[in-house]
Structures are given as C-alpha cells and as structure tokens.
C-alpha cells in the first residue's frame, strides 16, 4: 500500500535480518516465514480468548489473518462479530464466523487487532492497512482490546509516520495545517470516504501530538491509540507467546 512502515517490510525482505526486542540490541536473524508463524501464534493466542455468546471486533490485517482461522476452528456458539474492514468481512464470512454490520451492536464484549507499532508504556501505531478510523471506533467500543504483535513490533519509542484519516473536503487545507503530512500513494480512500495519509512530525509525546491531530478540522482520526483503550497485548518471539497487560 506504500505505507511507509518502521518495522521491517518483511514482504520486501526475503532473505534474513535482525531485529531488536524493545530495543535492547540485535536478538537474532528471522525469516518472512518466521515471522508468519509468529504472528499466527499470537493470534491462536488470541483466539483463545474469545468465548460462546461473545461479541467481538476484529480487526485488520495480516496478523488478524491468522486469527480468523483459528477463530472459526473453535466452532464458538452465539459470537455476534464486527469486522473492522470488507477484507475482514468477507475472509469471516468464507469462515463460517457471523458478521454484522456495526450499527446494531452498541457494545463488543473483546476486540482483537494487530498494531504497527508498541511502545514500551504501551501506546500504539495503527493504521497501515488504512483501517485506523473503523479500528479505533472497534476498540473504543469494546471492554477489552487485545492488540497481537510479533516482537518486531515493540519498539522502544513510537516513531513517524502515523497514519491519517482526512475528510475529502478542503484536503488541502487540512494537510497544511497537519503539516508535514502526504497523501498515501496508491491507497484507495476508506470505506467511509476517508482519504488516507501519513503525519511524518515529531512524535516524542504520543499523547500531545494525539490530542493536536484529534483536535485539527478535516482529521477523521489517526493512528495513535492510548494505552488506556488497550487492555493487553500478546507478542509472539522465538521463545515463545508472552501476554503483556497494559490499561
Ligand atoms: C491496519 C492495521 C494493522 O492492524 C496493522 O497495520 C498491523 O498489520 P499486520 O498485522 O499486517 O502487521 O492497523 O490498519
């Protein structure tokens, strides 16, 4: 999609490389298919949360690719599901999970999500799938937020880009004004007509740069997720799945 990731595109790395783990140094070499497993572990992790009669959000991406499967394998009774992209939608639906839309719904009992990036006191980079706005209205609505990670994903401070939702209308002024921002190239506008783009200013206080993009006419929303909204988030490593309680 173009987005600029600060973790390793593993797409686009097929050999090996290193990455670090909260950012305490180099903790050895992985492959694409490593990372894969890993994810999947964390998102059978997940699945394992989710109980008969739930009501659950799920999220997007490719981690939460994995969770669908392992979702559907538990054959749960009752679960009333919201999907938080057509993508998801349509991969439940081909499952045999329930999906429907998020407007009768007015409360989820668990949402569960991938996250581009985890800070240490817990705060979250969303949205490189572009589905930051339906991701953040899932979480918000859910009593507890799940967030599944490989351990590329900690980092030890959250850095640029995050994503942005911005409302077609007076785009340019808007983009100005949440300056130095780009429109995501080649990225079709969200399912709510949200033009997607990617905010590159500094970001060494999440919750004041949050609270500025929130507060800008024009921004949807954004990508920045506070650790109040995430109740724990389950990193898969070589050694192994951890779950990390955060709010
Ligand atoms: C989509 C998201 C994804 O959850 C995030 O980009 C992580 O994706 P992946 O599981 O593919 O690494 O926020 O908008």
């Given amino acids: 999609m173009g987005h600029p990731r600060t973790t390793p595109d593993v797409d686009a790395m097929p050999g090996s490389w290193y990455v670090s783990a909260g950012g305490d140094g180099r903790i050895g070499g992985v492959t694409a298919a490593d990372v ?131 409302v077609g209308f007076g785009l340019a002024a808007t983009l100005g004004r949440v300056a130095p921002a780009t429109l995501r190239p080649d990225t079709p506008p969200s399912p709510d007509g949200g033009v997607i783009a990617d905010y590159h200013g500094a970001l060494d206080d999440p919750g004041a740069t949050a609270a500025w993009l929130s507060a800008a006419p024009g921004v949807a929303d954004h990508g920045l997720f506070p650790p109040a909204m995430v109740s724990e988030v389950i990193v898969a490593a070589a050694g192994g799945v951890r779950r990390l309680p955060v709010g």
């Avoid at 490719?62 to 992209?85: I, M, N, Q």
């Avoid at 998020?102 to 985890?118: N, T, W």
């Fill in 36 to 166: 894969d497993q890993l994810k999947r572990e964390a998102a059978q992790a997940a699945a394992s949360l989710v109980e008969d009669g739930m009501r659950v959000g799920l999220g997007t991406g490719s981690t939460v690719r994995h969770l669908l499967p392992a979702l559907a394998g538990r054959r749960l009774r009752g679960l009333r599901c919201v999907a938080t992209s057509d993508a998801t939608a349509e991969q439940a639906r081909a499952l045999g999970i329930p999906v429907e839309p998020f407007g009768e719904l007015d409360a989820l009992d668990l949402a569960i999500d991938g996250a581009d990036q985890v800070a240490p006191d817990g705060w979250l980079i969303k949205g490189g799938g572009g589905a930051h706005l339906r991701e953040k209205i899932v979480a918000a609505a859910a009593d507890r937020f799940v967030v599944i990670v490989d351990e590329r994903k900690l980092v030890p401070a959250l850095a640029p880009p995050v994503p942005l939702e911005l």
